[in-house]
């Protein structure tokens, strides 16, 4: 009998494959409907929310600040965000999806929805609700 391999066990191993499983078929969609997986992710962060400061969002979209800076730069000439003054603090630009992004978020976030739900259809409702509250605790763990 062969030891199994440290990545068979390993937490991160089976979070990046479980992520390249959940977003490998969606990665399709995406692309179809003219995004990049970043640039999903941007509209998908800010969709029904005011806007972050371009700091928090690389934060939140997994990314590095001036590649996120770069990327709403030229999605703000797509007109899918607009970058607009912080009025709570004059110094910060606050990046906010505009209703052109919006839609194009709405109709990825229904199909995202339909997908996850597609890809969980093993697990019961409580697995899934569980499952994601630990995965949230674990992000949150520094």
């Not at 494959?17 to 977003?23: G, K, R, T």
């Not at 003219?34 to 928090?56: C, D, H, I, N, Y």
């Amino acid at each position: 009998m062969s030891t199994p391999r440290f990545v068979d066990d390993y937490l991160g191993y089976l979070l990046g494959q479980a992520n390249h499983a959940l977003f490998k078929d969606f990665e399709a969609v995406v692309r179809e409907a003219g995004l990049s997986s970043l640039e999903w992710r941007v509209l998908a962060t800010l969709s029904e929310q005011p806007g972050l400061p371009v700091g928090q969002l690389a934060q939140e979209v997994l990314s590095q600040q001036p590649t996120v800076t770069k990327l709403v730069q030229r999605m703000a000439a797509q007109g899918w965000v607009s970058l607009q003054g912080d009025p709570g603090d004059q110094r910060r630009t606050l990046v906010v999806i505009t209703p052109v992004g919006q839609k194009k978020a709405s109709a990825l976030i229904e199909q995202a929805h339909q997908h996850e739900a597609h890809t969980l259809r093993g697990l019961s409702a409580a697995d899934i609700v569980k499952l994601k509250r630990q995965l949230r605790r674990l992000a949150q763990a520094d």
